[in-house]
């Protein structure tokens, strides 16, 4: 009988392992997922008079902004509230496509030497002076029904714009999955066929009010939206839909905002 010599046996192994390393991440690649659902966070600068807020705006378009584009993050939307002059808030909406690359955010600005600088002006507060009171984030993960934003062609060629971020909140864990899956098996679409021109649809994994989702809708001015959710209330599809038992109940209370974008703005 052939006895393999141990640096054989050795070799051997070594090759074996090398194989069904190759072909277990052959296996993943093949049954990884066409479209990544991306993440969100959407920050809400919570300040207090207008000489504030355009310190932020600044600070977001000259140092926050640049060096996200740096970090390779694009479709960055920032927004004031259309409706509120007394809201002097900056919204914004920032796209990740990892977990890992939203966990190593804080780590990379710090050590973006550009960035440290452009950012003095807004950073170098008196402490009982500050540019917003506080920061509000929330976490999302895009549905699967839309795994990445869709841009619409006012965003694409800088047309006049109005934007609607909606709130849904449930009051149990498992309607806010219903009303998630009623969005994916549904809801978005019938949003598409009216021209709502919704951008993303995400599900809070982190942030206040959960269990919530919170979605966004374009449009070219306010009447025109309101026309398209009018369209959206008559379509037969939704007729169908919101009487499924199912989706009974699957929303407790709903938040909105209606935004216009600053003019550095990528949404």
Request: glycine content about 4%; hydrophobic content about 40%.
């Amino acid at each position: 009988m052939f006895q393999a010599k141990p640096n054989e046996l050795l070799t051997v192994w070594a090759v074996t392992v090398i194989i069904l390393l190759f072909s277990g991440l052959s296996r993943a690649q093949d049954s990884a997922p066409e479209n990544q659902q991306e993440f969100y966070e959407i920050r809400i600068y919570q300040i207090d008079d207008f000489q504030k807020q355009k310190v932020a705006e600044e600070y977001l378009e000259n140092a926050l902004m640049p060096a996200l584009g740096r970090l390779g993050l694009d479709r960055i939307g920032v927004f004031t509230n259309l409706t509120d002059d007394n809201d002097h808030s900056l919204y914004m909406v920032i796209p990740y496509p990892s977990l890992e690359t939203f966990a190593n955010l804080n780590a990379s600005l710090a050590s973006d030497v550009e960035f440290q600088k452009l950012a003095q002006p807004y950073v170098n507060r008196a402490l009982k002076n500050p540019v917003y009171s506080r920061i509000e984030s929330r976490f999302l993960k895009a549905f699967s029904g839309m795994p990445v934003m869709e841009i619409s062609d006012l965003t694409k060629t800088k047309s006049d714009r109005i934007f609607e971020m909606r709130l849904y909140e449930s009051h149990t864990e498992d309607h806010a999955r219903r009303k998630v899956q009623m969005f994916n098996e549904g809801e978005m679409q019938i949003m598409r066929d009216v021209d709502l021109g919704p951008v993303f649809f995400g599900e809070t994994l982190i942030g206040p009010d959960v269990p919530n989702l919170i979605y966004l809708l374009s449009a070219k001015n306010q009447a025109e939206h309101k026309q398209h959710f009018q369209a959206f209330l008559k379509h037969p599809e939704w007729d169908r839909i919101k009487v499924l038992p199912q989706y009974k109940d699957t929303v407790s209370k709903i938040r909105r905002w209606f935004l216009t974008p600053t003019t550095f703005s990528q949404l």
